[in-house]
């Protein structure tokens, strides 16, 4: 087993697809195929089913992906001490989020942990959301980023606030509503509007989402399920989005405009309790 073939399954379990996965790690697809072939053959096990439509993951995979990147990181971070002299005692925070989007918290997050601990070492993943909650549980991971109100909760998980974001309205800053301090979602209609199906959403934006809708006809509404790809189609002039407030991304031709009457969502960290003192501790009660 080595780098590459578990680079190759964590890509393939993430995109489901072959293709996608090669242009991700910048080889060709048949390199993709025969490190994940070598692989299986090595644990002796299929990890995903094949057709000509379709790639999913076999119950064996599902299994094995959170050892996966458990082991690729470990494996990245053994040669990193060894080439560069790390010490033992160098403290490691692993971060696991369902969008791309949350990247935009780490710098405000990270910005707080170095205050106490200026040589932490971060690991962050962008994890898909049927894994995550497992993931921390078996401790692959020590918090997960996201809003309160969507976060799958269970006992023995707590939850520490960041941060409470608005739900606004985001459109480029040229768009005519740029200059508003806040906007009715009356304002919106006939406007053309981008739904964000997404996991990473929370359940306030969903709700202003499906009381739009009905206003919009189809021609001028675009469905995406990403934050991300909300952003880009934004970006690319397809028309405005309800989202949390981006706020920590610093992207400049971009407006977050609070829509009246919609309040906000608690945005913050899920983590294990009772299983980390010393730096962790100090680190939930810099965060608090």
Not at 184 to 207: F, N, R, W, Y
Not at 224 to 244: E, H, Y
Request: hydrophobic content about 40%; glycine content about 8%.
């Amino acid at each position: 087993m080595n780098t590459q073939q578990l680079e190759c399954f964590i890509q393939v379990a993430e995109n489901l697809n072959f293709a996608r996965a090669a242009r991700e790690l910048h080889i060709s697809q048949p390199a993709v195929s025969r490190q994940i072939n070598a692989l299986e053959a090595e644990l002796g096990g299929r990890l995903f089913n094949r057709t000509t439509r379709n790639v999913t993951l076999t119950p064996t995979g599902s299994s094995f992906l959170a050892d996966a990147g458990d082991i690729l990181n470990k494996m990245k971070y053994a040669a990193a001490k060894v080439r560069h002299n790390y010490r033992e005692s160098v403290p490691t925070l692993s971060i696991g989020c369902y969008d791309a989007v949350d990247l935009t918290a780490l710098p405000i997050l990270f910005g707080k942990i170095r205050e106490i601990v200026p040589d932490i070492c971060p690991d962050v993943h962008i994890v898909p959301h049927k894994f995550i909650l497992d993931w921390l549980l078996e401790g692959s991971l020590d918090i997960m980023l996201g809003f309160e109100e969507d976060m799958p909760r269970c006992s023995g998980i707590g939850y520490q606030e960041l941060v409470r974001l608005d739900c606004c309205c985001v459109v480029m800053k040229n768009h005519r509503f740029a200059r508003k301090k806040k906007i009715t979602e009356k304002e919106l209609l006939g406007e053309s509007m981008i739904v964000c199906d997404s996991l990473a959403v929370p359940g306030l934006i969903s709700q202003v989402q499906s009381r739009l809708q009905p206003f919009f006809a189809p021609p001028s509404v675009c469905y995406c399920d990403r934050v991300q790809v909300a952003i880009s189609l934004v970006k690319s002039g397809f028309g405005f989005a309800v989202l949390p407030e981006l706020r920590g991304n610093s992207d400049t031709s971009l407006v977050n405009i609070p829509i009246a009457g919609t309040g906000s969502s608690s945005y913050g960290l899920l983590y294990r309790l009772g299983e980390k003192g010393g730096v962790f501790q100090r680190i939930l009660e810099v965060l608090a």
